[in-house]
């Protein structure tokens, strides 16, 4: 199965879906009010991490002490996928020079998290964060990553009940 992200329809219907699935072995996903939680789809996103889902110019870079390195973007999408809310992009700087990009998320309640935040070296800093628009069509760049941690994360939600 090829999951596709067409819009802002099928992430509420996707929203609306994920509510019904809420516990798995007892343990609920959710808040109080039926939403998937951070805490609770971290783990998920995190387990889902692996080479094949990285950017691929970074596949050299990644391994499983690291598992968050080069994840930030897929991870990014598949979180707003699932919570809603903004994608925030921010430099990624070594003594105040620019050596990359970071995504991550600002919740609908204004709240930023940042699943990948752990990746970064000691010299690294993450500046200039600013939200950016999500064109309907996104990602084009590394499309095939994202739709492979997305599945995965999709895959480890509990399924909803039969009706």
């Known amino acids: 199965?090829?999951?596709?992200?067409?819009?802002?329809?099928?992430?509420?219907?996707?929203?609306?879906?994920?509510?019904?699935r809420c516990a798995?072995?007892?343990?609920?996903?959710?808040?109080?009010?039926g939403v998937l939680s951070v805490e609770m789809l971290r783990p998920l996103v995190r387990a889902a991490w692996g080479p094949d889902t990285c950017y691929p110019d970074a596949r050299e870079e990644w391994q499983p002490e690291n598992p968050a390195r080069a994840q930030?973007?897929?991870?990014?999408?598949?979180?707003?996928?699932l919570l809603g809310g903004d994608l925030v992009l921010g430099e990624v700087q070594v003594d105040g020079v620019k050596v990359g990009n970071h995504y991550w998320n600002r919740l609908p309640d204004g709240t930023e998290v940042d699943f990948t935040a752990d990746q970064f070296f000691p010299a690294e800093v993450v500046a200039n964060g600013q939200v950016v628009h999500r064109p309907p069509d996104a990602p084009r760049r590394c499309r095939e990553q994202y739709e492979l941690l997305r599945e995965?994360?999709?895959?480890?939600?509990?399924?909803?009940?039969s009706s």
């Open 152 to 161: 995965r994360v999709l895959t480890a939600l509990p399924s909803a009940p």
């Open 24 to 33: 798995v072995d007892g343990q609920s996903l959710c808040d109080a009010r």
């Open 1 to 20: 199965m090829r999951l596709v992200l067409v819009g802002l329809e099928e992430r509420l219907a996707s929203s609306f879906r994920l509510s019904r």
């Open 72 to 81: 930030c973007g897929m991870t990014a999408f598949v979180v707003q996928d």
